[in-house]
């Protein structure tokens, strides 16, 4: 079982920035890709980004390819998201997945999401 905290969201004005981080509980972390997705009210979840496990790869949705970046210290069992240039359209719960099948798509472990809020 792998536990997943997020902190760093919070109310942030159009154009700020915000730093997301996701700790796992266990060191087995290292070896799993990680994903960030949203979820905004009303509307469904989607996908934000992710990278491999080595973090030599990283992947964005269309919507924050150039304003995102995806990171992970494995020695720390720690991923981040920095989020530049937020826009309105950014406001949702941000959650931090993993899991053995996260390579293909399938994410089994979830946290608990934190709100980011942008202002317009």
């Known amino acids: 079982q792998v536990q997943l905290v997020e902190s760093g969201g919070g109310l942030v004005q159009a154009g700020g920035s915000l730093r997301l981080s996701c700790a796992a509980s266990r060191r087995t972390f290292s070896v799993y890709p990680m994903g960030w997705f949203r979820q905004a009210p009303g509307k469904e979840r989607e996908f934000v980004a992710s990278i491999t496990w080595s973090g030599g790869s990283t992947y964005y949705a269309d919507s924050v390819k150039g304003r995102f970046t995806i990171s992970r210290d494995n020695a720390k069992n720690i991923v981040y998201l920095q989020m530049n240039n937020l826009k309105p359209e950014d406001t949702a719960v941000y959650y931090c997945?993993?899991?053995?099948?996260?390579?293909?798509?399938?994410?089994?472990?979830w946290g608990q999401g934190t709100q980011v809020t942008v202002s317009s």
């Open positions: 997945a993993t899991g053995e099948r996260a390579a293909k798509g399938q994410y089994d472990y």
